[in-house]
């Protein structure tokens, strides 16, 4: 079950009275030197509404914040609730730009806004349950799989590094099929239009080799047997 730590400073606050009430987490109050919430012991994230935010810029605190936050943890988020740019301060639209581009750009923080603390606590519970427990299922490298075969040739060829949709088409013509294509040694591979040798050996090594290519690559991507191989 995904463990949230809160600071004791945010004890009152609205998320935690949200994530008090949310079902399938455990939540822990803690004295914690930086950050507002742990959805996980490396994870700090550091939530601010629109205004306090937008203070912060204007006095400085902010980017100290974010030093000590990056010694505490390995990976830090900012969650802003609300949006900065319509608060009633005195700060040109610009400046919270450049405090938000340091931020993802230079400091490597992540900075996401939403509009409530609702939404705050949901993304503190998802973060938590990714974070502790993984995504739960695999994500697929490619997605729409094409129904009509002949599409479907296309779409395997395509899958080939270094090859885009004319590359393929250009493939398939050449060998008939995404079988004769798979099969085709670099030699082979190489009398395409279009496919040169370094495209070659990339996808014959990419059909052949499973993990970490070997020391020898060069040998598989020719098809000769490695140094270490008999004859």
């Known amino acids: 079950m995904p463990h949230i730590i809160i600071d004791s400073r ?3 606050s609205p998320v935690f009275a949200e994530l008090h009430r949310t079902s399938g ?4 109050v803690q004295e914690l030197p930086c950050a507002d919430y742990l959805p996980h012991e490396h994870y700090g994230v550091e939530r601010k509404d629109a205004t306090d935010f937008v203070l912060s810029i204007m006095d400085k605190r902010l980017f100290a914040q974010v030093l000590r936050l990056k010694d505490q943890y390995t990976h830090v988020a900012f969650i802003i609730e609300g949006n900065p740019y319509s608060t009633r301060s005195a700060i040109a639209p610009e400046a919270i730009r450049g405090a938000v581009s340091y931020l993802m750009a230079i400091a490597g923080v992540s900075v996401i806004m939403v509009p409530n603390a609702s939404e705050t606590a949901a993304l503190l519970v998802t973060l938590a349950r990714h974070l502790q427990e993984g995504l739960g299922y695999e994500i697929a490298l490619r997605s729409n799989k094409p129904k009509d075969l002949s599409d479907l040739s296309q779409y395997l ?3 080939c590094p270094g090859v885009g949709p004319s590359g393929a088409k250009a493939l398939l013509a050449r060998f008939g099929s995404a079988h004769a294509v798979f099969n085709a040694s670099v030699a082979e591979l190489c009398t395409t239009p279009g496919v040169g040798k370094k495209t070659a050996e990339r996808i014959h090594l990419a059909l052949r080799v499973g993990g970490a290519v070997p020391a020898d690559a060069s040998a598989v991507a020719s098809g000769m047997p490695a ?5």
């Open 25 to 28: 987490i455990t939540v822990e």
């Open 10 to 12: 945010e004890s009152r």
């Open 227 to 231: 140094a270490s191989e008999g004859i």
């Open 157 to 159: 060829v395509e899958g």
